[in-house]
Nanobody, 120 residues
């Protein structure tokens, strides 16, 4: 079964940086779309960024564009989210997710999440 395990969360001051990692295992991810989502206290789960496993394209939410970078290492089955210029409003639990293709309407697999807290 597909397993996604996030790491790299923590406490950081505003303006600082963190890199989140997602270790993917269980099958080949050829054709998959990988994504990062986040959920802040009292808020709905929001889209952050996504990348095709091939690296052909990436998509970012407007409020993270220019600050966050999603990437992947196919040889290591890893997905990363580099977060720079962090703001207190970035505080959330961050989740790694995967779906089998760009045609899938829903993400099929989810990690357990990692907490990111940005202090002002």
């Amino acid at each position: 079964q597909v397993q996604l395990v996030e790491s790299g969360g923590g406490l950081v001051q505003a303006g600082g940086s963190l890199r989140l990692s997602c270790a993917a295992s269980g099958r080949t991810f050829s054709g998959f779309v990988m994504g990062w989502f986040r959920q802040a206290p009292g808020k709905e789960r929001d889209f952050v960024a996504t990348i095709r496993w091939s690296g052909e394209w990436t998509v970012y939410a407007d409020n993270v564009k220019g600050r966050f970078t999603i990437s992947r290492d196919t040889a290591k089955n890893m997905v990363y989210l580099q977060m720079n210029s962090l703001k207190p409003e970035d505080t959330a639990v961050y989740y790694c997710a995967a779906k089998v293709s760009v045609f899938a309407g829903e993400y099929d697999y989810w990690g357990q999440g990692t907490q990111v807290t940005v202090s002002s």
